[in-house]
């Protein structure tokens, strides 16, 4: 069962200024903007890892920030942007390492969609970016992976296609997209706004710890909202009716 998500008038000090919006239908949310715009603490505020200064979060008809760290996390998992794993541990030690479940059997499923079967047994040290990555997108879907299997996880993803190839960024999103089909709620930010109008269903543009638009994706990406998101202009191109925006060379704002 889908978990509606209200944020209410949240600031958090030098970060988030009077941000609301709702996500009543389960699906794919994008959060777009540039470095600085506040979509990591926005993020963070929806997780309930940082509390904001003013405002609430509302879980259905729960306050996030009334509920321990330990009740949330059976229904809620957060990839961060960065990873740091100093101990020689493998794939799999990693994910039982991180994992409250403890459980000795990773999905076939999450290997699978992930391509992670022959990261199981590799060091993380020795590990690529991208394979880290995949790592800890698993270990945060694991963490919840009965919440998600009800329909009712809320996956919150700071930049998870950061650092995998094209054909892995592609599996992950359609599969986020074939997971939220089932009611869970994902929501993550992103730099490429391709992929963003490819995949999401909802799309929230920032800046400057603000809310400058949200809704729909096919409303709220155009020329006039990348431009002020962004500060640099866009072309829309079309091609088999589907659009593509493509940065215009030397049309900044700077």
């Not at 978990?3 to 209410?8: A, E, K, L, Y």
């Not at 330990?70 to 030690?93: D, K, M, N, P, W």
């Not at 800890?136 to 996880?153: E, H, K, N, Y």
């Amino acid at each position: 069962m889908s978990v509606p998500i209200t944020v209410n008038k949240v600031s958090l000090a030098g970060r988030l200024n009077n941000v609301s919006f709702s996500l009543i239908q389960p699906g794919v949310t994008c959060l777009l903007g540039a470095n600085g715009a506040g979509k990591s603490s926005l993020l963070m505020v929806l997780a309930g890892l940082a509390e904001p200064s003013a405002g609430e979060v509302l879980w259905g008809a729960t306050n996030v920030f009334n509920s321990t760290l330990s009740a949330l996390s059976g229904q809620r998992c957060y990839v961060a942007q960065q990873h740091s794993i100093q101990f020689e541990l493998t794939g799999y030690e990693c994910l039982q390492f991180l994992s409250p479940s403890q459980s000795a059997t990773i999905p076939g499923e999450l290997i699978r969609k992930l391509d992670i079967a022959d990261l199981l047994e590799k060091p993380v040290t020795r590990m690529s970016g991208g394979e880290m990555q995949r790592i800890m997108i698993s270990r945060a879907l694991l963490q919840v992976w009965p919440a998600i299997q009800q329909g009712s996880a809320i996956i919150v993803l700071d930049e998870p296609v950061q650092g995998l190839d094209i054909r892995h960024q592609i599996v992950l999103m359609k599969w986020l997209s074939a997971l939220a089909k089932i009611g869970n709620q994902i929501i993550m930010s992103c730099h490429d706004i391709n992929i963003a109008n490819t995949f999401a269903d909802t799309v929230l543009l920032a800046k400057s710890g603000q809310m400058l638009a949200y809704g729909p994706t096919s409303d709220v990406l155009n020329l006039s909202n990348l431009w002020l998101t962004f500060d640099c202009q866009f072309e829309c191109l079309l091609k088999d009716d589907q659009r593509y925006f493509v940065p215009i060379k030397n049309k900044t704002a700077f």
